[in-house]
Nanobody, 117 residues
Framework: QVQPVESGGGLVQAGGSLTLSCSVSGGTFVGDDMVAWYRQAPGKEREVIATITWDDGSRHYTDSMRGRFTINRNYHENRAFLHMNGLKFEDTAIYYC?????????WGQGTQVTVSS
């Protein structure tokens, strides 16, 4: 069982920055794990922001998220990150980390990000 755990959410003013962190509870990221960040705003569907492959660090972004959001990972800290800049009110959402391993997707509980206008 892989249990992603997110942290770093909170309240931030519009225009501010925030970094979210994802780790694996009681374990580690391994090999070709695919780590992804999603978000779900109230009344909207969950949408993917970006993905990163753990071993080689290759990244992909949803076009609308490119520019203000950066996905990264620290191999030695065994954490993945989502750096968010220039936050807008409409970025308010629950942000989720997921890990795909051996064709199974595991989800974290999510962390709330609230942007005040």
């Amino acid at each position: 069982q892989v249990q992603p755990v997110e942290s770093g959410g909170g309240l931030v003013q519009a225009g501010g920055s925030l970094t979210l962190s994802c780790s694996v509870s009681g374990g580690t990221f391994v090999g070709d794990d695919m780590v992804a960040w999603y978000r779900q705003a109230p009344g909207k569907e969950r949408e993917v922001i970006a993905t990163i492959t753990w071993d080689d660090g290759s990244r992909h972004y949803t076009d609308s998220m490119r520019g203000r959001f950066t996905i990264n990972r620290n191999y030695h800290e065994n954490r993945a990150f989502l750096h968010m800049n220039g936050l807008k009110f409409e970025d308010t959402a629950i942000y989720y980390c997921s890990v795909q391993r051996d064709y199974v997707v595991y989800w974290g509980q999510g962390t709330q990000v609230t942007v005040s206008s």
